[in-house]
């Protein structure tokens, strides 16, 4: 039968097996949900750029790191930060995967094995976490008219793929500026269109994004019966 999962393991560690087997079937195996909950990521790829070269991907994929960071900037400790984002449903109990970049290093490996065709694993992306961000680096970085955001990118040149997962200082000039609070998103870069983003605006109260993520797979169903 068809298969839709919102699980980024299969994806990360089976993906060309996988879709191979479905298509042995002539069934097919889709992801959408696998990386910024409902957004078309993997589709808008797919179905939008057709035969497009991606050279390299550029984003915020955590929100829970990134909701951190934005209060730390409005004058919250890191561990105040972090019981918030832990108050609201947004950060495990143990934070660890969020905030040492394990979840956006994933979901930087799934982009990369799908829309760059070449396999990759978090273990290869290497993340450096949020934990070593302090009070001060974040006044003086407010202070130059900068903000520190966890960046997720990868880069693909001359057929090899460079990936990582940091926090950057950005600029007002950059599209991940103004994402604040909750919001994620992905910019990508092509051969044919140079800059697309896609963004996803903060939701007040957002709690994990159970609906987004529902969303994600109940397209995938549709476009697949289609």
């Avoid at 984003?59 to 108050?87: C, P, W």
């Amino acid at each position: 039968m068809h298969t839709i999962t919102a699980n980024k393991g299969p994806v990360v560690h089976g993906y060309r097996e996988l879709t191979a087997l479905a298509k042995s079937k002539g069934k097919m195996f889709r992801f959408e949900s696998t990386v910024l909950g409902g957004a078309p990521v993997f589709s808008v790829m797919r179905e939008a750029f057709p035969l497009a070269e991606l050279s390299s991907i550029k984003g915020i994929f955590n929100a829970t790191t990134n909701v951190i960071l934005s209060r730390m900037e409005n004058g919250e400790s890191y561990d105040e930060a972090l019981k918030y984002a832990q108050s609201i449903g947004l950060a495990e109990t143990d934070p660890t995967n969020d905030v040492d970049g394990w979840d956006a290093a994933i979901k930087v490996a799934a982009l990369v094995t799908v829309l760059m065709d070449t396999p990759m694993t978090p273990q290869q992306v290497n993340p450096t976490g949020i934990r070593g961000i302090t009070p001060e680096m974040i006044a003086n970085a407010k202070a130059e008219g900068r903000r520190y955001k966890l960046v997720c990118s990868a880069e693909k040149v001359d057929g090899k793929v460079t990936a990582s997962v940091a926090p950057q200082l950005v600029d007002s000039s950059s599209p991940l500026y103004g994402m604040m609070n909750s919001s994620t998103g992905i910019t990508f870069r092509t051969d044919v269109i140079l800059d697309y983003s896609i963004i996803l605006s903060e939701k007040p109260g957002m709690k994990g994004g159970p609906v987004e993520t529902a969303y994600g797979l109940f397209a995938d169903f549709v476009n697949i019966v289609k």
